[in-house]
């Protein structure tokens, strides 16, 4: 089995930095894709950016794209978040998950493990 812990979550001011932090543990996850997605309370959970393991291709939401970097560390079995430029609307709970397969990244429900996530508030 696979298990998933964020961290670096907390509260800051727009215009503002966070890096988040997923520390993975279990058998054959280096054959992973890892990605974050975000839920605010009454919303949709939604994709924010992905990076496989084995290539280290990235994908990111258009709405996060040229302020967040998604990067990993295999041997530290670790997937970064950097955020920068942080906006209101940021404000969400950010969750890291994995998936051996599926067709679509963006799509959560094809991500097999979750965090527990973690709370990102951005105040104006």
């Known amino acids: 089995q696979v298990q998933l812990v964020e961290s670096g979550g907390g509260l800051v001011q727009a215009g503002g930095s966070l890096r988040l932090s997923c520390a993975a543990s279990?058998?054959?996850?280096?054959?992973?894709?890892m990605g974050w997605f975000r839920q605010a309370p009454g919303n949709e959970r939604e994709f924010v950016a992905r990076?496989?393991?084995?290539?280290?291709?990235?994908y990111y939401a258009d709405s996060v794209k040229g302020r967040f970097t998604i990067s990993g560390d295999n041997a530290k079995n670790t997937v970064y978040l950097q955020m920068n430029r942080l906006k209101p609307e940021d404000t969400a709970v950010y969750y890291c998950?994995?998936?051996?397969?599926?067709?679509?990244?963006?799509?959560?429900?094809?991500?097999?493990?979750w965090g527990q996530g973690t709370q990102v508030t951005v105040s104006s």
């Open positions: 998950a994995a998936r051996s397969g599926g067709k679509y990244y963006y799509d959560a429900r094809s991500y097999d493990y």
């Open positions: 279990g058998r054959t996850f280096s054959s992973y894709a």
């Open positions: 990076i496989t393991w084995s290539g280290g291709r990235t």
